[in-house]
């Protein structure tokens, strides 16, 4: 039927009135968490929190600088939240304000008494800073200090002299941050109810920050020093910039013109960075390293604990998985959850967590994580708000981007299964049937490393954690693996363990492995950066490096005999990942990873110490038969035949 001029110009209007109507509507409503301006936070913080600054005493008499900020309305009493951080409490004077509170604004917004503090011997705080300090199980004086005593301190000080406070304290932290949280469930004042470390570093040796499986990451570890491990004569509130004269984009340039580790000190830090020097004196697992772990400590633990971490971390994957799996080892006696989610280091307390790279996840990750489980975790415990009935482990399961709900981790459905490694390069379930001995072998040259990414970069980052692998996948010092292309979905959920069985000419090795989710080549171009193509796109799932002088004990390492078959097994850290059907898994293994890594010289040598002589070709291989039979080990919920 055809539209009159009259009608056709009522319609318009009617379409004008609904949409002014619909935003009429839309600006009577209240706005969003994730819709505020920081400078509507900003102005909220000045207009309902007073800011103090307090020099807290501790018990051998050193004192730590405080930033308390504290609700105008005093009508009501208030739980305390409180954040230990090495990073800087800034801004410092008490006109000054944050522009945002709490581990997200819900808190500031719906009432806490929230506290930063300058941990001892950082910025305003005196004393002497410790990197990692380690626990002091019997304490017989004063002087006897560690990070629970000075937490168990600010908090007895808070309760005492911050008035309209409820007598219950929650704690939270990200990275260095999130290892002083953990440091506060132990030996736990009781006014402690509820903690959450996440990202926590937990062990600067086996997988967190400055080392995995023993290898030294380089890049993040020389950058993250050179201003961490500045020393700090007197308290100060100003940060001591970080190196930054690369003189090239490449971070892989700057870094093969170093040459040996122990050019860094003759070139740069000349003996005068505490902390460097610390990771130079102890290559091996020693008392050093075990004394800076809290997980041994991690028992009779009282407050409740919500540990988060991110599956595409690149900093401190390890450490929550492994503080969760040290408390639960150990029989709490309040709730300890775990949360893993979709993120980058820190990704749930500051973005949408809508996507990484091109890879997205099909809804806003971290709001959700934000609103229906941080907040409400602490509002139980702090407030006597509604229990969220939060589940033991709460996992964002990439692949199928789907939140899953377990009652521990990993789930008890998971089946152990074994990817082996197979002749002309195939991956499957299946253990191989041939007879003769088998082996992939390819040369390993220090001197023209295997790059971690294929971006030119002088600093890390984070997109190596996501990035599409074929661009190591050419290279001749890299063996490929791959399956056929699935039929059914594989779910992986659990750990993660490379079981290799290699030989070598060398008398030491590298040993990375990846495990890949290869896209199907009509796969969707969903991918957040315009003009990608996603066909073919070959997703790191799970990537880990192993320093074979460590295969059999950390703390006392062992030269690799030439030519003999020796197994070389070593934890990738969990995931929780589909496979969809049709997709391949693929495993990629090689012996650099540079410059994440440090270069081996594949020589049995102090690393720390070699030269440049040291440093030697080596040919390394890949062994796959019944008796040899490499593979990657993973828990699979839906197990195939």
Known sequence: MQLTRYSFINRQYRVLFSLLCFFLFLLTQPVSAQTRTSKEDSLYIRENYTKLERMIPMRDGIKLFTSIYVPKNTSQNYPIMLDRTPYSVAPYGENNYKTSLGPSMLFARDGYIIVYQDVRGKYMSEGDFVAVRPYIPNKKKKTDIDETTDTYDTIDWLLKNIPNNNGRVGTWGISAPGFYTTTTIIDAHPALKAASPQAPVTDWFMGDDRHHNGAFFLMGTFAFLSSYGQPRPTPTPKNSPGFSAYGTPSGYEFYMNLGPIKNVNERFFKGQNAIWNEMMNHESYDEFWQARTPVPYLKNIKPAVLTVGGWFDQEDLYGPLKTYAGIEHNNPKS???????????GGWSRSTGESLGNIVF???TAPFYRETI???????????????????AYIFETGSNQWKKYDQWPPKAAQEKKLYFHPNGKLSFEVPQNSQPSYDEYISDPNKPVPYTAEIRTVRGSDFMYEDQRFAATRPDVVVYESDTLTEDVTISGNVMADLFVSTTGTDADFVVKLIDVYPNNAPNNSPIAGTKMGGFQLLVRGEVMRAKFRNSFSKPEPMKPGEVTEVKFDMQDAAHTFKKGHKLMVQVQSSWFPLVDRNPQKFVNIYQATEGDFQKATHRIHFSPQTPSSVIVRVLNAPN
Not at 335 to 345: R, Y
Not at 378 to 383: N, V
């Open 335 to 345: 709730p300890n959850l775990l949360v893993m989610g979709p993120w980058i280091h």
């Open 362 to 364: 099909e809804s806003k």
């Open 374 to 392: 941080e907040f409400p975790f602490f509002s139980y415990y702090l407030k006597d708000k509604a229990d969220p009935q939060l589940p033991k």
